[in-house]
């Protein structure tokens, strides 16, 4: 966060600059308005993100899309997903399957909870395929179950080791309690801060050099919470794992059940990412980008006048 602040004078207009005098009203003449003046600005250039911060966010970047992808893979062949240990097929949680139609039509049809959608050309059936992911989403794109999983395996081990380091340094730099930990002042704000993002009204000046409540939680709960829940599920899918700690299962609800829970935490590293990406464009790309390269932000000031 904010370690080292260096401040440089960014002024909008002089600082000695004084309205003009408005003049006095004549009779049958119109009263002059006098000018208005912007207030100074001052920038501040912020070392707000640490090399460890940095290296940690850009290797995530490759191994979160491969992870998705080739999960994405992975899922293809076998669209479905249930609860407890088995696969009751007359009774999935979610499907996603090409339909042949009296017609003769092929649609794609998803089914969630019971509830069918039609997603042709999307989900289901696309570009002429029987798939549920489209080729453009998975890692390889064409139907190659057993790469689909080495890739999935390789880069889940990355992201595992590199998750593993950045949280030990999180804990050892005091980042994750001082940055990432919301204080009771940040918690009773989390109506207004939820009304401001909503309305695009962002953090300026000193509360733009640490991060919000919402960044907060959301930064704590993917580090403490997603991240470690989407590892274990997807240990718990391995037989080998299944034979050294056989409760993980039983904990989970089952394979099925830690199946499900894998693909939901999935979409919310989606989600999660769409908004992120959002974010930084809407609150300064440039700026933002900067900051996650070099480490500097730029925090714009009115200038006080002593």
């Not at 940690?56 to 609860?83: D, E, K, R, T």
């Not at 991060?211 to 939680?217: A, D, W």
């Not at 034979?243 to 590293?269: D, E, K, M, Y």
Request: overall charge positive; some cysteine; charged content about 15%.
């Amino acid at each position: 966060m904010a370690v080292l602040i260096q401040s440089e004078a960014v002024v909008s207009q002089d600082a000695d600059q004084k309205p003009m005098a408005e003049p006095p009203a004549s009779e049958g003449l119109s009263t002059v308005s006098a000018p208005v003046v912007s207030p100074p600005l001052v920038s501040e250039r912020v070392y707000r993100h640490r090399m460890p911060v940095r290296i940690s966010h850009w290797l995530n970047v490759p191994f979160l899309i491969i992870l998705i992808m080739s999960g994405l893979q992975i899922f293809n062949a076998h669209p479905a997903l249930y609860w407890g240990d088995r696969s009751d097929r007359d009774w999935p949680l979610l499907s996603i399957r090409p339909v042949q139609t009296e017609s003769g039509e092929i649609k794609g049809i998803t089914t969630i909870l019971g509830r069918q959608f039609d997603t042709t050309g999307v989900l289901g059936y696309s570009d002429g395929m029987r798939r549920a992911f489209p080729a453009w989403a998975t890692i390889p794109s064409a139907k190659w179950l057993a790469m689909g999983r080495q890739w999935h395996l390789f880069f889940a081990w990355l992201f595992v080791i590199n998750g593993f380091l950045f949280t030990c340094y999180a804990l050892a730099s005091r980042h994750a309690t001082r940055d990432l930990a919301p204080t009771g002042k940040d918690l009773r704000s989390i109506g207004r801060s939820i009304k401001e993002h909503l309305i695009l009204r962002h953090p300026t000046g000193e509360a733009a050099k640490r991060y919000n409540v919402l960044q907060k939680l959301t930064y704590a709960t993917v580090l403490f919470i997603l991240g470690p829940l989407i590892v274990f599920t997807g240990l718990a899918m391995s037989p080998t794992i299944d034979t050294a700690f056989p409760w993980l299962l039983t904990v989970l609800g089952g394979r099925q059940a830690a199946r499900t829970i894998h693909f939901v935490a999935c979409f919310a590293f989606v989600g999660f990412i769409l908004i992120h990406v959002v974010q930084v464009i809407v609150t300064g790309f440039f700026n933002n980008i900067r900051s996650m390269i070099t480490g500097w932000f730029i925090v714009e000031h009115v200038k006080r006048h002593s």
